[in-house]
């Protein structure tokens, strides 16, 4: 969905009906987009399904993306543009996340990255 700004990303937005011209979407947000951030964890094309909900004209929408699931996303043999995943979801309101928590890996406990290779633990050299 075409930003505000000439300058931002756009938007990313899952359509939940349309009435004549007018959409009612629900917004994905990137990390950044919110109160912590991006995490070292988190992958390049990694969203946050939110609670966010407006209305928009069917002239804001840009094109299509495919916001998979996170398991779906590590069984692409290609990731292509359009390509995104989520596996959280992100209240607006609180700044929480469903889950609390992400699947850890190795004896240190970091949580996956999908866009490394883990062959070993940077931080203890596990394998």
Do not use: A
Request: glycine residues 2%.
């Amino acid at each position: 969905m075409k930003p505000e700004g000439h300058n931002e990303p756009p938007y990313i937005v899952r359509v939940i009906s349309r009435v004549h011209s007018q959409l009612k979407v629900k917004y994905y947000y990137m990390p950044e987009d919110t109160v912590h951030k991006r995490k070292p964890f988190l992958g390049k094309k990694e969203l946050f399904e939110s609670n966010h909900q407006d209305f928009q004209n069917d002239n804001t929408i840009l094109g299509k993306c495919i916001v998979h699931s996170f398991e779906d996303c590590t069984k692409l043999d290609l990731v292509r543009d359009e390509d995104y995943f989520s596996r959280f979801k992100y209240n607006c309101t609180s700044k929480t996340y469903t889950p609390h928590d992400v699947q850890l890996y190795c004896k240190c406990k970091l949580p996956y990255n999908p866009n490394e290779w883990m062959l070993h633990c940077d931080k203890c050299k596990d394998n």
